[in-house]
């Protein structure tokens, strides 16, 4: 047997129900903040991720890099910001308009340790602020997610939010923050040793017991920032009261990609056992993404939900149902020109728009009415050698049990009561 590859996972028909209505409430948050739809390719030119400036463990470690036949460095996306910004570059979507608002949904691919909640293909749906450094911004797409979790009917979630600040804040920051753990340098796990290196920041998001002691104490990046900074996240603060969003400030918050500046957020659910897997979206702004990838100097915000998080939520709080699918009728045949006969009946009903079914496999009686039953079949039509002699069917309800032969002029309004 093959079995699909580690770290990803098959949706079964019978599992869909909770991804449409997921689906659905994208569509309506969308519309109603007015985000469009920006679909990009899952691969890209590897520079579109790995670039100089982003040192992140996700891109520099956890990405699926391949050189194709022509020789060209390609990357399967590990997340969608940068994408929809190439995008936006390559488009020249500024031109058009000073503020371009969208959003997508897709397949991300991370070389990660698989676990419940992290797969190594998953989803993200994300939205995207590209052209405007407005608190009034922020504020709007905190408000938004906001509103989408509470259109999932799911509860114990709460917004944390944070401030990196801009790069002045950050420079002030990082400087007290290194000087603070240089001696506890020795005492840090691994992963952290190497942060302390490429990027301190990350250090504060460490999930290590130990480190965590440590950063009890540590400066906060809040003390740090410039007046600049501080009035922008009051400003962003100001317009939650307004927007009713409730939001906890917390400043151990940074984000794992390096992009990021100024207020930063994650959504975050309160799941037992799931730990890390709480994190059901983050986001944040950033200022020089578009000018990396080739673009006017550019600020932007957005932020990014993991559709399986979303789902392990719903799931949790048992919020979608399965759907019982039912069908109106199921037309049992037994010989060859009874099948025919059927297949007649079977052709003139779908055309009139009634959900309907057949044996396509030779079954006894017994059988066929297992498959009409374990279908939720309202009614079985049941053709036989005396139906096809006469220009008939047997029409049973299933409920009542009811059965009666009629004429097959008659079937469509006998049906139509039956099913009703
Ligand atoms: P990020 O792009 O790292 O900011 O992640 C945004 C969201 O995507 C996270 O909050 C998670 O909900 C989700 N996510 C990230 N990595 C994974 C993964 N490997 N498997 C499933 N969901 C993920």
Not at 34 to 43: A, N, S, V
Not at 62 to 74: H, W
Not at 104 to 117: L, N, S
Not at 244 to 268: H, P, T
């Amino acid at each position: 047997m093959i079995n699909k590859v580690k770290g990803t996972y098959d949706v079964l028909p019978n599992e869909l129900g909770k991804w449409y209505f997921l689906e659905q409430k994208i569509k309506e948050i969308t519309k109603k903040y007015h985000y469009y739809e920006l679909r990009t390719p899952i691969m890209e030119y590897s520079n579109v991720f790995h670039r100089e400036t982003e040192l992140s463990d996700m891109v520099t470690k956890e990405t699926y890099n391949f050189v194709d036949k022509g020789n060209r460095d390609v990357t399967l996306r590990p997340e969608g910001t940068a994408g929809i910004i190439r995008s936006y570059v390559e488009n020249k979507l500024y031109v058009a308009s000073d503020l371009l608002k969208v959003y997508y949904v897709g397949p991300m691919f991370r070389y990660e340790r698989p676990q419940k909640g992290r797969y190594r293909q998953f989803n993200q749906f994300g939205l995207e602020a590209i052209g405007s450094k407005s608190s009034l911004l922020d504020a709007e797409l905190i408000k938004l997610s906001n509103d989408f979790i509470e259109s999932l009917g799911l509860e114990n979630v709460t917004i944390q939010i944070n401030s990196i600040g801009d790069s002045e804040s950050r420079t002030n920051y990082l400087n007290a923050l290194v000087s603070y753990l240089t001696p506890f340098y020795e005492e840090l796990s691994n992963d952290s040793k190497e942060r302390f290196k490429n990027n301190p920041l990350r250090i504060l998001d460490s999930k290590d017991l130990n480190d965590q002691k440590i950063i009890e104490n540590a400066p906060k990046p809040i003390d740090y920032l410039s007046s600049y900074s501080k009035k922008y996240l009051d400003d962003v603060l100001k317009y939650l009261e307004i927007f009713n969003v409730k939001y906890n400030l917390n400043n151990k918050l940074v984000r794992g990609l390096d992009y990021y500046s100024e207020v930063v957020f994650e959504v975050l659910a309160d799941i037992k056992g799931l730990g890390n897997g709480n994190v059901l979206g983050g986001g944040g702004r950033y200022e020089n993404l578009v000018s990396e990838l080739g673009g006017p100097q550019t600020s932007a915000i957005g932020i990014a939900f993991g559709i399986e998080r979303l789902l392990l939520a719903i799931e949790h709080q048992e919020i979608v149902k399965e759907e019982v699918s039912e069908i109106d009728s199921f037309i049992i045949t037994f010989s060859e020109n009874e099948k025919l006969y059927g297949a007649k009946i079977f052709n003139l009903l779908r055309d009139k728009g009634f959900n309907v079914d057949i044996e396509f496999n030779n079954k006894n009686f017994k059988q066929q009415l297992k498959k009409a039953l374990a279908k939720n079949s309202k009614t079985l039509i049941i053709i036989g050698e005396n139906e096809l002699k006469n220009e008939t069917v047997t029409l049973k309800n299933t409920k009542t049990e009811i059965q009666t032969e009629i004429k097959l002029k008659d079937l469509i309004t006998n049906l139509e009561k039956e099913i009703k």
